[in-house]
């Protein structure tokens, strides 16, 4: 018994047992696969011969950035198996904060790469869990954190906190948890709070594996933050605002955005952003092109992430930014975007948070002297080009 699937190729033979493929049989022993019957394996299949195809499309459109997608663990999914992202704002929305002022004139390094310091945590994992708004403002907020206390307060933050309680009520708009949100929502939200409590007092609770509700806002533990057991519990950031690195863009193609802001603002410190992540399931390394990624335009934003630095002297030149879908993914988290390009509208909702830091007159010279020490390390292959 058999029958033919039509897959904009030759047909497959489908027969009692799952597809005859030699390369389906080379998938299922690489990522060590199994399914539940034929049926489930033929579908599954289908899937897999539909990602080859893709996968293939994709590099066309890379063009001469290379090949920067393959083959993965979920090229046999269903697109809600996928890896999760989150991004979601109120229906009319409006961007109200300012835009950052350029304080100084650029230096205009060659290449920031923010992972060469302290200032960059690890890669974190959002799991099946819609919560990247939470992960991205966690990160930006860290970010600020330790740079204005020049490594002082270096530890990680909690999601879980911010993507628990912010309220969908709150006063920047809906936020609702696993099920999306956005990080303007989020700076509010700790904004309101006690403070934004360590990675530790309020762990991340949420399943890495299988989509399941929102755990629920540990209010005792929020109001404890800054109680009389703060000594023991840890360090926690307060937040009291935040800003846009360059012009937001809300409508239209997003195509004109500065970018020569956007890598001034990248020059100072990591950034939050947002964006169109349609094609990020097939990533596996490399620089991804603008083509290849699809629109920039703001109604395409699905995701948020951390933009962490650039190299401009790269073959292909690209932006580097830090996912929140574990080390297994991309470059070991990471993904690298064209720098000539908006690509994947990363510099349409480029936020900055600003932490309060509580420092003597100081404190305040002594961080500065270790922040600059801190660029200085981000930029010292500044001279060199960095081969992906």
Known sequence: ????????????????????????????????????????????????????????????LNGAAGNAFGITWMSDRYAQEKHKTGLKKPKGWVATAPVREQLGAPRKPASVDWRLTEDVAPVKNQGQCGSCWAFSATEAIESQMILGSGG????TLSPQQIASCTLSNGPAGGADGCNGG??????????SAPGLANGFFIPYAQSLTASESTVACPKAKVAAITGADEQLQGGYAQVTGYKYATKPCTSGSCAKQDLAAFAHALEESPLSVCVNA???????????????CGPMGADYQDHCVMAVGFNSTAPTPYWIVRNSWATTWGEQGYIYLEMAENTCGL??????PTVKLDQTVAEVEESSNRREAMYQRA????TKAIVV
């Open 1 to 60: 018994m058999f029958r033919f699937v039509a897959l904009g190729a030759a047909p497959v033979v489908l027969v009692a047992g799952g597809p005859v493929d030699p390369e389906w049989d080379s998938y299922k022993a690489k990522f060590k696969k199994s399914y539940t019957s034929d049926d489930d394996e033929n579908a599954r299949y289908g899937n897999f011969k539909v990602a080859q195809a893709r996968v293939a499309q994709l590099n066309k």
């Open 152 to 155: 002082k307060s270096d530890f």
């Open 182 to 191: 956005f990080t303007e929502a989020a700076y509010d939200y700790v904004k």
């Open 278 to 292: 349609g094609a990020w399931d097939d990533y596996t390394g490399g620089v991804m092109s603008s083509a290849a």
């Open 347 to 352: 510099a349409d909702d480029a936020t900055i």
């Open 379 to 382: 930029t010292q292959f500044a």
